[in-house]
């Protein structure tokens, strides 16, 4: 997760994120943002076509269809050419078509496209997946699974604001003194001196200034805040301002974390920083009871798209994830083990300790 932070001793504030130059458009193939003069996507490599770029007309929404998976409840948009959908969230196919005045939420302000072909991202989730194989199951057809890898615009919530705090806390200074003590050594009683360190306390309060930016709340309802942490941070200098035609090609989920629950996130965390950042500037040798009351104004949001390839699959019962981040290719997730080879292993390592106790003990 990479966050600016300009702080009272660091009065460097982050950089504006440009914004998209006026030629910027859609791959046709693929959806991806182009710039003008671009011949090739940089994302699927499509050489690009005079007037066969845009699915619709700088302003004219696309058309798209909405879906609502019963079963974990995430709402996507994908292209009406696309009859048939299975949730990337959770696997699902069970899935019923929304009415377009039934989702009432506002439109993305800016938007990652995916830097990374499908066909790659493939190859990607096979070398992940294959680490560590030895402790794979057997009957786990991989071939299958890779198939269902998906890549989905994913909305977040993207907060800058101004966080001003006030904090009081007790510092301790270090201070050495030497005493004198008697001991007894060979059965005679010695006098002897010993350094002994000595903490010296006093109040301290003071104030404390930061600009926080480029901090992201999964907005998504299939894709929790911790699971998402564990695939970032994105490239945000990457961000182009949202237009339909992006999505061409992809599903979108819209989002289901509201502004205000996501802001009441984005405030817990930097009220933590800001005492982590009190903490780690205080003078002294070491301090107790810091005390840090912090209020945050200048707040200000955008609703982003960023591109996440997903793959939900079930192996005996259970639900297993993998996430990519879409633009830099960072992963996390689950894999099934055989309970089996894993206890043998266990086993082995339990052996070979034994073995090599017994050679120490025979020295």
């Known amino acids: 997760m990479a966050v600016s932070a300009s702080e009272i001793y660091d ?8 914004l998209p130059s006026a030629g910027a458009s859609a791959c046709g193939s693929c959806g991806s943002p182009m710039e003008s003069g671009d011949r090739f996507c940089p994302a699927c490599g ?3 076509a005079e007037g066969a770029i845009d699915r619709s007309a700088p302003g004219t929404p696309a058309a798209v269809r909405h879906l609502k998976c019963n079963n974990c409840g995430a709402e996507v948009q994908i292209d009406p050419d696309q009859r048939s959908y299975v949730c990337a969230f959770c696997d699902s196919t069970y899935v019923v078509e929304l009415p377009p005045a039934e989702t009432g939420r506002q439109d993305p302000e800016f938007v990652i496209g995916f830097a990374i072909p499908l066909d790659d ?18 009957d786990l057809a991989r071939a299958e699974i890779v198939e269902q890898l998906r890549g989905v615009y994913v909305p977040f919530w993207s907060f800058t604001l101004l966080a001003r705090s006030s904090w009081s806390a007790q510092i301790g200074e270090y201070w050495y ?3 004198t003590y008697t001991t007894v050594e060979n059965g005679k009683t010695v006098t002897k001196t010993r350094r002994v360190r000595e903490t ?6 003071g104030g404390h200034h930061a600009y926080y930016s480029g901090f992201l709340i999964s907005a998504s309802g299939g894709l929790p805040h911790q699971v998402a942490l564990q695939m970032q941070p994105y490239r945000l200098a990457a961000l ?21 629950e996501a802001l009441t996130i984005a405030t817990e965390e930097f009220q933590r920083r800001e005492q982590n950042a009190v903490a780690n500037h205080l003078p002294g040798d070491e301090h107790r009871g810091l005390s840090v009351s912090t209020g945050f104004s200048d707040i200000n949001s955008d609703l982003v798209l960023l591109p996440v390839y997903m793959l939900t699959y079930r192996y005996r019962g259970k639900n297993y994830r993998f996430v ?13 083990v055989s309970a089996v080879k894993v206890a043998i292993a266990v086993a082995l390592g339990v052996a070979a300790a034994l073995v090599a106790w017994g050679a120490l003990s025979l020295m």
Not at 240 to 260: I, N, T
Not at 324 to 336: E, I, L, Y
């Open 121 to 138: 991202a493939r190859d990607r989730f096979r070398r992940w997946f294959q680490s560590n194989s030895w402790f794979r199951p057997r």
């Open 200 to 205: 010296e306390w006093w109040p301290l309060r």
């Open 324 to 336: 990519m981040n879409g633009q830099t290719g960072r992963v996390t997730g689950a894999k099934p």
């Open 11 to 18: 009065v460097e504030l982050a950089p504006d994120l440009p």
């Open 177 to 179: 003194r030497t005493e």
């Open 46 to 48: 499509a050489a690009s």
């Open 240 to 260: 182009k301002r949202y237009r339909p035609q992006f999505l061409a090609g992809w599903a979108a989920e819209e989002y289901s974390v509201a502004r205000e």
